[in-house]
């Protein structure tokens, strides 16, 4: 884990023993579920230290003081629990919820943080869509963090109604982030947000390519949004 330990030392963050441990276990599980099912395209070493795990922890640049605090996030999409878990295993203190809407995903997500230790995890099975309306998920969360989902345009009417008023959404990007910037402002302001940032990251073990966008919460969310499952990607709002 030597490219974690360096990495995440550049963030700021010194791993303990038992973080490395989980890191390992996480390591070792995802590779040996890929063997009987898609995960991640990612499985090397040094791939998953940078690409998964790295990557996963550069949202802790936005988060200033909350990063001390018990403060409630939400992963929409998470896949194998990127960013979410690893953002957990360094600050043990969140509460978090990890939305997927793929069963054998979910099962994995259930299994590894088992297998972590970290049982405080909610995990759900289902759409961003859907989740987004049952009263007890929306608008309830400080942090809302998604990567590799969906273009902005479309994701942030599935992130920005579980978002409460006062918090952000952080979205992880590669690529051209000015062209998507553009394409956003209108349905950023139509589901209550304001976009504060869009941040660089500067760690050389990522490249030039990756960029934080941060969407504060400033107004609730009409109620019609998120709409149907598929809406949002069939017609992203304009
Ligand atoms: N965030 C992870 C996974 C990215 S792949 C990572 O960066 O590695 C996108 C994931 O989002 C898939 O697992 C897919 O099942 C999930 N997903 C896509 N649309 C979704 C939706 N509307 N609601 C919930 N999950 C969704």
Redesign the pocket.
Known sequence: MELLIAGARKLGYELSQRQLEQFSVYYRELVDWNRRFNL?AITDYEGVQIR?FL??LTVTLVLGPLTGTSFWAI??????????VPLKIILPGIRLTL????AK?ADFLRHVTGMLGIHDVQIIT??????AHLSEYREKFHVVL?????PLPVLVE?TLPFCAIGGCFIA?KSGNVDQESEHVSGAIRILGGSLREVKRIELEELGKDRYLFIIDKILPTPPRY?RR??M??KRPIT
């Open positions: 991640t998964h990557d996963s992963d929409v999409g998470t896949g194998a629990g990127f960013p979410g939305l997927e809407a793929t995903k289902g759409r961003a869509e859907e989740v998604s990567r590799a989902v969906a599935l992880q998120p499952p598929g949002p990607a």
